[in-house]
């Protein structure tokens, strides 16, 4: 049973530019969320997605979206990159919102030059 | 709003040594409660969850008990191993599944 799976594991970017972070969920699981996780503190929630929508917001500025695909996986892009978003991006699956612990996958390390 | 509070780090201790991890919370209703490990280098692992009051989660000789008395979920584990040196976070989520909120976490170091 495949876990939660996260590509690439590193990126490093420069300001300005724009990042595609991937993530496919656990087997079975229809609920993706990600997380922002800065060095030395704890993860704060972006987004959720459920059904190919976003199903609830953190308090991010719009320059982080995402997408959810048929096949239940997503993708988080970030525009516009600043200095402040250099962090480990991390998925969590669920089986429908509210139902279900979130799993998480390994992260993705984004190092914004 | 939701938050979690737990106590600072680094907590250094030898091999065999009782580990206790205070962790508080603010949420309005019955939230669920979650402890999740970090191993270096890697992405959370759920270690523990309890989702009413009472309730114990355990797992790998640690133990929670959601006290909704005292808002709290502390960790607690009787003889500390150096595997399961890690950063601890405690989180809250209103439903499980549901967006989680964390601590800021507490890293463990355990020396033989």
């Known amino acids: 049973d495949a876990g939660v799976t996260q590509s690439p594991t590193h990126l490093i970017k420069t300001r300005g530019q724009q990042v595609t972070l991937r993530c496919s969920p656990k087997?079975?699981?229809?609920?993706v969320s990600w997380y922002q996780q800065a060095l030395g503190q704890g993860p704060q929630f972006i987004f959720q997605?459920?059904?190919?929508?976003?199903?609830q917001r953190g308090n991010f500025p719009d320059r982080f979206s995402g997408h959810q695909f048929p096949n239940y996986s997503s993708e988080l892009n970030v525009n516009a990159l600043l200095l402040g978003d250099s962090a480990l991006y991390l998925c969590?699956?669920?089986?429908?919102?509210?139902?279900?612990?979130?799993?998480f996958g390994p992260g993705t390390r984004l190092l914004v030059l | 709003g939701n938050s979690v509070t737990q106590m600072e780090g680094p907590v250094t201790l030898s091999e065999e040594a009782f580990l206790t991890i205070n962790c508080t919370y603010t949420?309005?209703?019955?939230?669920?409660l979650f402890w999740y490990v970090q191993y270096p280098g890697e992405g959370l692992q759920l270690l523990l969850k309890?989702?009413?009051?009472?309730d114990k989660g355990s797992n790998k000789g640690f133990e929670a008990t959601y006290r909704k008395e005292t808002t709290s979920f502390h960790l607690e584990k009787g003889s500390v191993q150096v595997s399961d040196s890690a950063v601890y976070f405690c989180?809250?989520?209103?439903?499980?599944?549901?967006?989680?909120?964390f601590g800021g976490g507490t890293r463990v170091l355990v020396k033989p």
């Open positions: 989180a809250l989520s209103r439903a499980a599944g549901n967006k989680l909120t």
């Open positions: 309890a989702t009413k009051a009472d």
């Open positions: 969590a699956s669920s089986l429908v919102p509210g139902k279900e612990t979130q799993y």
């Open positions: 949420a309005t209703g019955y939230p669920s």
């Open positions: 997605y459920y059904e190919e929508e976003e199903r």
């Open positions: 087997s079975g699981h229809d609920t």
